[in-house]
C-alpha cells in the first residue's frame, strides 16, 4: 500500500488536506492523525471493514476494544443512550479534553470495535485537527494509538511513519502530542464509576467534580479499555525499572549501568525531573523510542511517585514497558 502523507504543519491549504484526509475515512480508509494525547489510526466506527482493517495494520488483538473518537459532545448520542448525571458533569468538565467514558453502547456500534464488550469507549479530543477530521469525516472514528501493537505510543509524527508507512492510506502530521500518553479512561455503566486506565486527569480531579469517591480498576480477562490486558508500550530493549528513595536510585542505576557497560552492553537511562510529572508524561514515549534508536540493549528507569496522579499515571506505562521487571532498593 501507497501511504499518502500530508504535512499539516504548513499552514497553506490545511483545511482542504483535512478534507481530503476525511474523505478518505468517508470511503473506509485509514487515516493516522494527532490528537492532544498520542496519534491515533483512525476507521470510520460504523465501517467494520475498516475497522478491521485497524487491527491488520496494529497488528492488534482483536479482543482489545478501541476508543471512538468524536467531534462534538452531542455525537455521543450516536454511540450510547443512557447518558447519568455523572456523565454530563465529566463531560462539562474535562471534553474536550483527555478523558475516556465507557457507556452501553448503541447495537449499531459494531462489536468488532469494542471486542465484543456490550460497552464503547467515548472521547472528545482536545486537538483542533482531530476534531476537523472527525466533523468533515461525518461519523464517529475508531482510534487506537498509531503504533504497532506492543510498540512505544507515538507522539510525535515521525513515530508513526517508522510504524505505519505502507499499512495505513494516510497519515497526517501535525505538531507534537502535548500530554503525551494514552487518555483516563473510567467506566461509567458501574457505581460508583471505575478508573480502568490512570491519565493525566486523575482520580482526585474526578473525585473534586463528582465530589464522591471513585474506585479503581483495571487489568483482566475481558479488557473493558484498551491498554489493560497486553504487554503495552515496550522498546526493544530490556527495560529495569529502579524504585526506592531518590539517591539511593540514582547510585543504583549507576551501579547496574556500569557493571552492564563492563559487560559490553549498551545502557539507556530513563530519569525524570523529581515532581516534573507532566513533562514526564510529555516525554516518556519519545524517549524510549530515542533510546531504541540509539541501540540500548538495557534501559533503566527510575520511579515516579506514585502519590501524585499523573505520575501513577507514567508509572502504569513504565511498569508495562518494563514486564513489571522492578528492582526495589
Same mark, same amino acid.
Given at each position: 500500500?501507497? !501511504? ?18 476525511a474523505?478518505?475515512?468517508? $470511503?473506509?480508509?485509514l ?21 478491521k482493517r ?7 488483538p ?6 471512538v *473518537? ?11 443512550d443512557? +447518558?447519568?448525571k455523572? +456523565?454530563?458533569? &465529566?463531560?462539562?468538565a474535562?471534553?474536550?479534553?483527555? &478523558? ?23 472521547? =472528545?479530543?482536545?486537538? @483542533?485537527?482531530?476534531q476537523? =477530521?472527525i466533523?468533515f469525516?461525518g ?11 506492543? @510498540?512505544p505510543?507515538? !507522539?510525535?509524527?515521525?513515530h508513526v %511513519? ?10 497526517l502530521?501535525?505538531?507534537?502530542? @502535548?500530554v ?16 480502568? $486506565?490512570p491519565?493525566?486527569? !486523575?482520580a ?5 467534580? &463528582?465530589?464522591?469517591?471513585?474506585? *479503581?480498576?483495571g487489568?483482566s480477562e ?9 504487554? *503495552?508500550?515496550?522498546?526493544? /530493549? ?6 526506592g ?6 547510585n543504583?542505576?549507576?551501579? %547496574? ?12 537511562v530513563l530519569?525524570?525531573?523529581? $515532581?516534573?510529572? &507532566?513533562?514526564? /508524561? *510529555?516525554? +516518556?514515549?519519545?524517549a524510549?523510542?530515542?533510546?531504541d534508536?540509539?541501540?540500548?540493549d538495557? %534501559?533503566? /528507569? ?9 505520575? +501513577? ?5 513504565m ?9 526495589? %532498593?
Amino acid at each position: 500500500m501507497k !501511504t499518502k502523507i500530508i504535512d499539516l504543519t504548513i499552514e497553506k491549504n490545511a483545511y482542504e488536506k483535512i478534507i481530503e484526509a476525511a474523505d478518505v475515512l468517508k $470511503r473506509g480508509g485509514l487515516v493516522a492523525f494527532p490528537t492532544e494525547t498520542v496519534y491515533g489510526i483512525g476507521a470510520d466506527a460504523f465501517n467494520e471493514d475498516a475497522v478491521k482493517r485497524v487491527y491488520e495494520a496494529k497488528g492488534r488483538p482483536s479482543d482489545n476494544p478501541m476508543i471512538v *473518537h468524536i467531534a462534538r459532545a452531542s455525537d455521543a448520542g450516536l454511540l450510547a443512550d443512557r +447518558f447519568s448525571k455523572e +456523565f454530563v458533569k &465529566l463531560a462539562d468538565a474535562f471534553w474536550p479534553g483527555p &478523558l475516556t467514558m465507557v457507556l452501553p453502547k448503541k447495537a449499531e456500534v459494531p462489536d468488532c470495535v469494542t471486542g465484543g464488550l456490550d460497552t464503547v469507549g467515548i472521547r =472528545l479530543p482536545d486537538s @483542533r485537527i482531530a476534531q476537523l =477530521l472527525i466533523r468533515f469525516a461525518g461519523t464517529p472514528v475508531a482510534a487506537p494509538s498509531a503504533n504497532l501493537s506492543g @510498540r512505544p505510543s507515538p !507522539t510525535k509524527a515521525e513515530h508513526v %511513519i517508522e510504524d505505519l508507512d505502507g499499512k495505513v492510506d494516510v497519515i497526517l502530521i501535525g505538531p507534537e502530542c @502535548r500530554v503525551g500518553i494514552e487518555s483516563t479512561v473510567i467506566d461509567m455503566t458501574t457505581s460508583p464509576p471505575c478508573i480502568l $486506565r490512570p491519565g493525566v486527569v !486523575t482520580a482526585e480531579e474526578i473525585e473534586a467534580v &463528582l465530589e464522591t469517591p471513585i474506585e *479503581h480498576g483495571g487489568d483482566s480477562e475481558t479488557p473493558r479499555s484498551p491498554g489493560t490486558k497486553y504487554k *503495552h508500550y515496550a522498546p526493544e /530493549a530490556q527495560m529495569l525499572v529502579v524504585e526506592g528513595a531518590r539517591e539511593k536510585v540514582k547510585n543504583e542505576i549507576v551501579r %547496574i549501568k556500569t557493571l552492564n557497560e563492563n559487560l559490553g552492553l549498551k545502557v539507556g537511562v530513563l530519569l525524570f525531573e523529581e $515532581r516534573d510529572y &507532566l513533562a514526564a /508524561a *510529555h516525554d +516518556f514515549y519519545a524517549a524510549l523510542r530515542e533510546l531504541d534508536e540509539d541501540g540500548a540493549d538495557l %534501559i533503566l /528507569a527510575g520511579a515516579l511517585s506514585e502519590t501524585d496522579g499523573v505520575g +501513577f499515571a507514567v508509572m502504569n506505562r513504565m511498569l508495562k514497558a518494563a514486564g513489571y521487571n522492578i528492582a526495589r %532498593i
